[in-house]
């Protein structure tokens, strides 16, 4: 069949939706039926993703899933390709009910439990409760795997403490690479032995730019062939002390390496800011800002709190120059978020909404860090508020360059902050930018982050506690120019001073938490 081509046509896909609707208007309650629209469904997504002319069907597919919903829910192919299909449409009313679907259906995978768990950071006011009961839950989904007892290491013939971090992404085209980098440049090497164990995830290593941070490191490892038995079985053999995984929920396939006692210690860090519920893994690094003394209970690691924030960015290597607010030169006053879209839920869209009418001369520049959405159903939830002429949409795929993408924040007078699922790395590099950042304080680690980075940054004016304060504080500095302005000069200055910034502090700070785990260790 044509839709199983290796280079397929725009025709060619046309022509396999054809055929997938007339299979399922054929066989709607049966295995016909099923095939029809779980086809229909994904052939729609991979047109999608190559024209604009294709966006009508996924309207189509959307029909086809509602009526068919209550003959085939139960079914592990239909399932992934609706969520597939609702993701896409960023529509998380249709996703929590079919994450639901897929969390209790016992043919779905741990790595597709693990989508569904860790969506639920997405929804507001979550339970961080019942988020730690489900992820508990799905660890004895994981596999566990052959390890070589601790004792039957010698770690003794260490001699330096033997330091691993696990990642798919030790890429300068990722986040992850500025909130490491310099904590690996700032380390002590004589007690120190660095290990990078790697996953390109099928991409060529030579155009991931990964040649600064494997320079930090003593030993860079590329597991990327290796199936999660030999991976360990190389970390063992490399007789790591302290092991660090970096990747969380983002990659359960390999993070299922953790559901085992690989290491003496292993640390969940950076890549997903709450638990995944491995008994194994044993510390999470938080702060005290994102995590209370009295919210430890709700996760099984113990919390390593690091006194000021729980990472530190490197900056980047431009230019870093302070221009004049926009609203300074023209009547308008611009608003901005760059998070990705799946993080704007509709009760951001309703809180921006009310800015937006509460505001008269302004304007919302909008711009998705992801490109596995439809920019368009953004634009039409402003456009049934009476809105569309405030907000401009920009398209990810012409921003190909991180200067680019640096730029926009020229554009914007104030960030809006994403909740409950803040923004972390769009929030440093906001303020890296000069661009202050409204954040509300959520009620767990994963919607806290922006209150701690805000907080770090000294410039409280910015934190919000509810969502009525998060829109009335919009407002005030859009009233309140001269005293904005003052701010925003104040803040590009000395922002580069505090702990968001001083990643020579931070990795000394790291470096101690470290060696204080490793003199417990009784080995």
Avoid at 7 to 21: G, I, P, Q, V
Avoid at 32 to 61: C, E, Q, R
Avoid at 286 to 297: F, L, P, T
């Amino acid at each position: 069949m044509l839709f199983f081509k290796k280079k397929r046509t725009l025709k060619d896909l046309s022509f396999a939706l054809k055929f997938f609707e007339e299979a399922y208007f054929k066989g709607q309650k049966n295995i016909h039926g099923l095939s029809g629209v779980t086809n229909f469904i994904n052939v729609s997504l991979v047109g999608v993703k190559k024209s604009d002319d294709f966006i009508p069907h996924l309207y189509k597919a959307e029909k086809f899933y509602e009526e068919t919903e209550k003959f085939f829910s139960s079914n592990r192919n239909f399932l992934i390709a609706a969520k597939n299909l609702f993701w896409f449409q960023l529509n998380n009313k249709r996703l929590k009910n079919i994450f639901e679907k897929i969390l209790s259906n016992k043919d779905t995978s741990y790595f597709e439990k693990s989508g569904s768990i860790f969506f639920q950071n997405y929804i507001y006011n979550q339970s961080q409760k019942e988020y730690t009961e489900a992820a508990v839950n799905n660890s004895q989904n994981f596999p566990k795997y052959s390890v070589k007892k601790l004792k039957e290491i010698n770690f003794e013939e260490n001699k330096k403490i033997h330091l691993g971090f696990v990642s798919g992404d030790f890429t300068d085209q990722h986040s992850i690479f500025y909130f490491l980098k310099d904590t690996l440049r700032y380390l002590d090497k004589d007690l120190f032995k660095i290990f990078l164990f790697s996953f390109n995830r099928g991409i060529n290593a030579e155009v991931l730019g990964q040649e600064e941070i494997k320079n930090l490191s003593d030993e860079f490892i590329d597991l990327d062939k290796f199936n999660n038995q030999e991976c360990i079985n190389i970390i063992q053999e490399n007789k790591i002390n302290i092991l660090i995984d970096l990747m969380g929920f983002t990659f359960p396939k390999r993070l299922a390496i953790f559901n085992s006692r690989v290491a003496p210690v292993q640390i969940s860090w950076l890549a997903t800011c709450n638990t995944v519920g491995f008994q194994d893994i044993d510390y999470l690094i938080a702060d005290k800002n994102v995590i209370n003394s009295d919210e430890e209970k709700f996760y099984p690691e113990k919390i390593l709190k690091m006194p000021n924030i729980w990472n530190s960015h490197c900056g980047y290597d431009y230019d870093r120059k302070f221009y004049n607010s926009p609203c300074e030169d023209k009547d308008i006053f611009t608003f901005g978020s760059l998070n990705n879209f799946h993080k704007i839920s509709d009760e951001i869209i309703e809180a921006w909404s009310q800015i937006l009418k509460k505001t008269e001369k302004s304007k919302l520049i909008l711009k998705s860090s992801s490109s596995n959405c439809n920019i368009n159903i953004i634009r039409e939830k402003f456009k049934k508020l009476g809105l569309d002429e405030k907000i401009k949409i920009l398209d990810q795929k012409k921003f190909p360059y991180k200067q680019d993408h640096l730029n926009v924040y020229k554009d914007i007078d104030l960030a809006l902050d994403t909740f409950p699922y803040n923004g972390v790395t769009t929030t440093f590099e906001s303020l890296w930018m000069g661009v202050p950042v409204i954040v509300l304080k959520g009620l767990n680690f994963n919607s806290r982050c922006g209150y701690s980075i805000m907080k770090n940054s000294e410039f409280e004016e910015f934190i919000s506690k509810d969502i009525d304060e998060y829109i009335k504080k919009a407002v005030y500095f859009y009233e309140n120019r001269e005293e904005f302005l003052d701010l925003k000069s104040k803040l590009f200055e000395n922002i580069l001073s505090t702990g968001l910034f001083d990643t020579k502090k931070f990795s000394e700070i790291f470096q101690k938490s470290l060696i204080d785990i490793h003199k417990k260790l009784n080995l």
